[in-house]
C-alpha cells in the first residue's frame, strides 16, 4: 500500500476499498475476543476456514475474527451477514451444519439461535435479541463488523474521516470547543469534562506538549476498554491523533496493561498499519501537522491507573501519584502540558467530530452525555459487555439487557464503580446511570464495572475483598492508605470469622475519614467506599456477624454449618462419596450425618445433594442440632396410610 | 540469559533510560525472571542506579526476582470470580500443587499467583495456565486439568 498524501486521496482509496464490496456477499464473522477465544473461539475460526475451502466458496464467502460483541455469555459467538444471523455458543462441530444450511441453502440453524428463557421464541437476527435490543450501540457496534487487524475494514466504515475533518475542515481551537461543547466526560472514573482539560493543555505555555491514553484497565471484573483496544483499535488511535492535534502535541503514548497480550497486538498493528499510510508520523494527509505514537506496556500495577503514577511510570519510574499542586494538563509527563484520558473517551472523540457536539448531546442526562459501556458481570444471567445511554436506570440494565439473576435467587446489590466504588442496594434501582447520580447514591461511574450480587453474597465479606484488594495495590507512598487499609482489611476479615467485637464498626469510620481526608491519590482518597456504601445500606449484616456470630447471607465460611436434615435425606450416598475429607458418616439407607470436627465447610455437599431432596442446609448463628440416634437412622420407606374403611 | 542478548534488547530502545521498565519486561518474558546480574548490567547500560532497578523489579506485579516454573498458573480473582467461588477453586490448586500463590514448586513445574481479573468474566471462576483460560472451574476439576502439564 503506498502513502496517502491528501485528503481527496484518502476519499478515493476508501471509495475503492467500499466498491470492491459486495454488500450481499456472505461474511460470516466470528468474535476473536479474548471472552470467545477462552471458550474456543480459535478452533471455531479454524473449522470456517478449512470448510469453506472444503466446500469450495472461498471466492464467494469471507471469514474473519473480530472483536467482542460484548455477549460473552454465549460465547463464542458467529454472525453471519448480510441477514445478521447470530448464532450463540458455537463449537468446531456445528461448522459444516451451518456453511451447509445458511451459507448454501440460506436457512437458519434453530438450535443454535438465542432462546428467550421466559417464552421459549427464537431470534434469528442479532439486532432482535433483547440483550442488545435494548442497547444503544455507538461505540462497541463497529466491533463484530471488522477485522481488527485490517486498517481498510475500518477506512470501509468510514474510518480516518473525523481526521481528515478535523485536519481540513477546522481549527485546532474548533476541535477543542466541538469536544467542549459535547461535555464528553472521562470514561475513566472521575468524570472530568474532557474539553476542559484540553484547553487548559491547549493553552499552556510550554510548546512540547502530550496526549496520553490510559489502557491500564486494573478493575477487577472490567474489561471495556480490552474490547475497544482488541476489536476497534484504529479508532482510538484516530482519537488520539485529532486530540493531539487539538492540543497541540506531536506525540502520543498509550499506556497498556501486559496482562493484555492481544490487546497490546492489535494496537501496535494499528499503529504500523497508520503509519504506512500517512495517516499517521511526518506531515499526516499533507495538513502540515506531525504526529507519532509510543506503546508503553504497564507492568502490573493498579496504581498505575491514576493519571499521576501513570506518568511517572511512562518515565520509567516505580508508579507513585505525585500532588496535583498544578494539574497535570499544565505539568504533567516531564513536567509538560499532558492530556490523559481513557480508552473510551478517546474512542468517543472520532463520533463528536464527525457527527458534531449536538449529536452527542442528544442522549444522556443533564449533567452526563453519550453512551456508557458497562461490564455486567456477576450473578448475572447475560454477562458480557453492555453499552447504554446515560440515564437507563439500573433496573433496565440488569433485568432487560441482563435477563436478570440466575437460578430463581433473590436480587441483593450491585456494586459500581470498581474497588474503589460502592454498593447499591434493591430499593434503588430505579437509578439513572451517570456520573453524578451515582455519586450521590454513595457510589461512583468508575470505568464502568457492574457486579451483581444476589442474595448469597455477603455484603461484609464484599468489602473485605475489595478492602483486601486495596491494601495489596496501595503504593505506600501515604500512612493513611498504607496503614489505615491494613488495620481495616484486619478487623474486616475479623469480623467475618466470627471475631467481630463491639466498636468495630466505629474504628473502621475513624480509619475511613482519615484515609479520605489525608491521602495523596484517589486511590487512597475513595478506598473507604465499599465499607461506607455497604455500611450506608447493609448495616443489619455487620451487626449481625459481630453481636450474634451469624452471617445472614449464609456465606462467611467460619460462621456456617452444613447440617443435614434428617426428615429429608434418602441416604443417596452422593454427598458422603463426594466429600473431599470423609467428614460425612452414612451407609444404604442410613441417614448421613456431618462430623462438624472434620468438615471444612467447602459446601461441596450442598452443591451436590439432589434438587428432589435438598437435604443439605446451611445454618449460621444458631447451634448445629445435635446427631439423631442410632437407632432411627435407617430409612423407612414412608407409606401411605391404609384407606379408612 | 546470555549478557550479549540483553545488551540487544537495551539497544533496541536507545539506551534511553525512560524505556527502562519496557527493558526489564522483554527481559523478564524471555527469561522468566530477573537474575540479579541481568538487573546490574541494565543499571549500568542505561546509567541509572541499581536500587532504582530493584525497586521497579519488586514495586510491578509482571518481574520476579527468583526462577519461575515451567507452567505458570494463574487463579483469577476478580470480582465475578470472587462471587462464583474462586476462593475454593485457589484452595483445591493449593492442595494439588502443594505450593501457595508467589511461590514455585521445587522441580520449577508449577508457578502459582493470583490475579485480579483476566477479564474473562463470563466463564468465571476462571484458572489460566501459560496463556490459556480454563472457565468454569470447580474444585474438583483442577486437578484434572493440571495433570495434562508436563
Known sequence: ?645 | MEPERIDQIIEKYGKNPSYLIQVLLEIQSEHNWLPGEAMKQVAEQLSVPLTRVQHIATFYKAFSVVPKGRHKVHICMGTACHVRGAARVLDAVQDVTGIKPGETDLDLKFSLETVNCLGCCALGPVMEVDGKAHGKMTPGQTADVLKTYE
Open chain 1, 1 to 645: 500500500m503506498a502513502r496517502i498524501h491528501t485528503p481527496e486521496e484518502l476519499e478515493a482509496y476508501r471509495q475503492q476499498i467500499l466498491s470492491r464490496k459486495d454488500p450481499n456477499r456472505p461474511c460470516i464473522s466470528i468474535c476473536a475476543g479474548a471472552g470467545c477465544v477462552a471458550s474456543g473461539a480459535d478452533e471455531v475460526i479454524a473449522a470456517f476456514s478449512e470448510e469453506i475451502d472444503k466446500q469450495g466458496l472461498s471466492a464467494k464467502v469471507d471469514t474473519k475474527g473480530t472483536g467482542c460483541p460484548g455477549f460473552c455469555e454465549r460465547g463464542p459467538v458467529v454472525v453471519i451477514y448480510p441477514e445478521q444471523t447470530c448464532y450463540l455458543q458455537v463449537t468446531a462441530a456445528d461448522v459444516p451444519e451451518i456453511v451447509e444450511q445458511t451459507i448454501k441453502n440460506k436457512k437458519v440453524v434453530e438450535r443454535l439461535l438465542f432462546k428467550d428463557p421466559e417464552t421459549g421464541g427464537r431470534f434469528a437476527r442479532e439486532p432482535d435479541i433483547p440483550f442488545y435490543k435494548n442497547q444503544k450501540r455507538t461505540l462497541l457496534c463497529s466491533n463484530i463488523k471488522i477485522d481488527s487487524k485490517r486498517i481498510d475494514d475500518y477506512l470501509a466504515i468510514g474510518g480516518y474521516s473525523a481526521l481528515r475533518r478535523a485536519l481540513f475542515e477546522m481549527t485546532a481551537e474548533q476541535v477543542v470547543e466541538e469536544v467542549k461543547k459535547s461535555n464528553l466526560r472521562g470514561r475513566g472514573g472521575a468524570g472530568f469534562p474532557a474539553g476542559r482539560k484540553w484547553e487548559g493543555s491547549r493553552n499552556a505555555e510550554e510548546p512540547i506538549k502530550y496526549v496520553i491514553v490510559n489502557a491500564d484497565e486494573g478493575d477487577p471484573g472490567a474489561f471495556m476498554d480490552r474490547a475497544l483496544l482488541e476489536g476497534n483499535p484504529h479508532s482510538i488511535l484516530e482519537g488520539l491523533i485529532i486530540g493531539g492535534y487539538a492540543v497541540g502535541a506531536a506525540e502520543g503514548y498509550i499506556y497498556v496493561r501486559q496482562e493484555y497480550p492481544l490487546a497490546v497486538k492489535n494496537i501496535s498493528l494499528a499503529i504500523g498499519q497508520a503509519e504506512e499510510y500517512g495517516l499517521l508520523g511526518d506531515d499526516i494527509l499533507g495538513s502540515g501537522f506531525s504526529f507519532k505514537v509510543i506503546v508503553h506496556q504497564g507492568a502490573g500495577a493498579f496504581v498505575c491507573g491514576e493519571s499521576t503514577a501513570l506518568m511517572t511510570a511512562l518515565e520509567g519510574r516505580v508508579g507513585e501519584p505525585r500532588p496535583k499542586y498544578i494539574r497535570s494538563n499544565i505539568k504533567g509527563l516531564w513536567e509538560r502540558p499532558s492530556v490523559l484520558n481513557n480508552v473510551e473517551t478517546w474512542a468517543n472523540v472520532p463520533l463528536i467530530v464527525n457527527r458534531g457536539a449536538d449529536w452527542f448531546t442528544e442522549v444522556g442526562t443533564e449533567g452526563s452525555k453519550g453512551t456508557k459501556i458497562f461490564s455486567l458481570v456477576g450473578k448475572i444471567n447475560n454477562t458480557g459487555l453492555v453499552e447504554v445511554p446515560m440515564g437507563m436506570t439500573l433496573k433496565e440494565i440488569i433485568y432487560d439487557i441482563g435477563g436478570g439473576i440466575p437460578g430463581g435467587k433473590k436480587f441483593k446489590a450491585v456494586q459500581t464503580g470498581g474497588p474503589s466504588g460502592g454498593c447499591i442496594p434493591e430499593e434503588q434501582l430505579d437509578l439513572q446511570v451517570g456520573f453524578d447520580e451515582l455519586t450521590q447514591a454513595g457510589s461512583m461511574m468508575g470505568s464502568g464495572g457492574m457486579i451483581v450480587m444476589d442474595e448469597d453474597t455477603c455484603m461484609v465479606d464484599v468489602a473485605r475483598y475489595f478492602i483486601h484488594f486495596l491494601t495489596d495495590e496501595s503504593c505506600g507512598k501515604c500512612v493513611p492508605c498504607r496503614e489505615g487499609l491494613r488495620q481495616m482489611d484486619r478487623i474486616l476479615t475479623n469480623i467475618t470469622r466470627g471475631r467481630g467485637k463491639e466498636g468495630d464498626i466505629e474504628t473502621l469510620q475513624e480509619l475511613s475519614d482519615t484515609a479520605i481526608e489525608a491521602s495523596l491519590c484517589a486511590l487512597g482518597k475513595s478506598a473507604p467506599n465499599p465499607f461506607l456504601s455497604t455500611l450506608r445500606y447493609f448495616r443489619d449484616e455487620y451487626e449481625a456477624h459481630i453481636k450474634e456470630h451469624r452471617c445472614p447471607a449464609l456465606s462467611c465460611k467460619e460462621l456456617i454449618a452444613f447440617y443435614i436434615d434428617p426428615e429429608k435425606c434418602s441416604a443417596c450416598g452422593i454427598c458422603r462419596k463426594k466429600c473431599p475429607v470423609d467428614a460425612i458418616d452414612g451407609a444404604k439407607k442410613k441417614i448421613h450425618i456431618i462430623d462438624q470436627e472434620k468438615c471444612t465447610r467447602c459446601g461441596t455437599c450442598f452443591e451436590v445433594c439432589p434438587p428432589k431432596f435438598r437435604a443439605v442446609t446451611k445454618i449460621s448463628g444458631e447451634p448445629v442440632p445435635a446427631p439423631i440416634d442410632e437407632e432411627k437412622r435407617m430409612v423407612t420407606k414412608k407409606t401411605k396410610k391404609a384407606p379408612v374403611q
